[in-house]
């Protein structure tokens, strides 16, 4: 059975360039070679992974992505809180959604990963996974595909349809 932390890693994985060491993994996202490892094997049982090259089914993950992950590993919402941006107030959906940036307003519809150094204040969206915040600071393209990701677990119509789009081009090829 798949855990969130799976997804997470997979999603790093898919990344040109990625780590292709458990504790490089472990220590870029945040989690244990424990983790990373477990991860990996659960990945390959759920024919995720090709565990010769280290890197994603790219096919089998975006369906798996847009098909079952909001079934799998719904967004779950929290009160009001200063945290990270994600769905449609981070790139790359933000350009689709809002015309002002961020910093400094108030944006209680905005939903944010909670963090205590977060510049936007925001309706709490549970991360898929506890260290999510800080593996996407760590890594900006990580970051877009994780708010890819919350977009299809917690978005609307609107931006469900156009991180599914997104989501196609960044794993469709290769």
Do not use: C
């Amino acid at each position: 059975m798949l855990k969130p932390q799976d997804v997470v890693v997979l999603l790093k994985l898919a990344i040109p360039g990625s780590p292709d060491s458990y504790l490089e993994l472990a220590h870029e996202l945040g989690i244990s070679g424990s983790e990373v490892h477990a991860a990996v094997r659960r990945a390959h049982k759920a024919g995720l992974l090709n565990i010769s090259t280290f890197r994603p089914k790219r096919a089998a993950l975006l369906e798996f992505l847009v098909h079952g992950l909001k079934y799998v590993f719904p967004g779950e919402r929290g009160g009001s809180t200063r945290g990270l941006p994600t769905t449609f107030a981070a790139p790359p959906l933000k350009q689709h959604f809002l015309s002002k940036p961020l910093v400094g307003i108030s944006a209680r519809r905005v939903q944010v990963w909670p963090d205590p150094e977060g510049e936007v204040r925001g309706d709490e969206l549970k991360p898929l996974y506890r260290s999510v915040p800080k593996a996407a600071k760590n890594d900006p393209k990580l970051y877009e595909l994780l708010v890819l990701v919350d977009a299809i677990r917690a978005g609307g119509a609107r931006e469900r349809h156009l991180a599914e789009e997104e989501l196609t081009k960044r794993l469709g090829d290769a």
